[in-house]
């Protein structure tokens, strides 16, 4: 079993930038791809960024030239930049692992929130 644990969230004014963390910790764990996603109040859940073990990435055109999703697979880390942020940012951002082929965990949730 996996625990992702997030931080970096917080409140930033409309062009500011956050960098995001999760760390991933347990045995025995062989995670195939990290991500984030995010859900902002009456919206789903939406896929925000993901990264494979070989570091290829897939980032929604939502945040395309703004945020840039990195991995630490040493560490079982994965980072979020986000730069240039607008208030339709804000959300509760979420860590996401794939992990021994089959299984699937979340974070707990960090929030992000834009001001103007």
């Known amino acids: 079993q996996v625990q992702l644990v997030e931080s970096g969230g917080g409140l930033v004014q409309a062009g500011g930038s956050l960098r995001l963390s999760c760390a991933a910790s347990?045995?025995?764990?062989?995670?195939?791809?990290m991500g984030w996603y995010r859900q902002a109040p009456g919206k789903q859940r939406e896929m925000v960024a993901t990264?494979?073990?070989?570091?290829?990435?897939n980032t929604a055109d939502a945040v395309k030239g703004r945020f840039t999703i990195s991995r630490d697979n040493a560490k079982n880390t994965v980072y979020l930049q986000m730069n240039s942020l607008k208030p339709e940012d804000t959300a509760v951002y979420y860590c996401?692992?794939?992990?021994?082929?089959?299984?699937?965990?979340w974070g707990q949730g960090t929030q992000v929130t834009v001001s103007l």
């Open positions: 996401n692992a794939f992990y021994n082929s089959q299984f699937i965990a």
């Open positions: 347990g045995s025995g764990l062989v995670i195939t791809t």
């Open positions: 990264i494979t073990i070989f570091g290829n990435t």
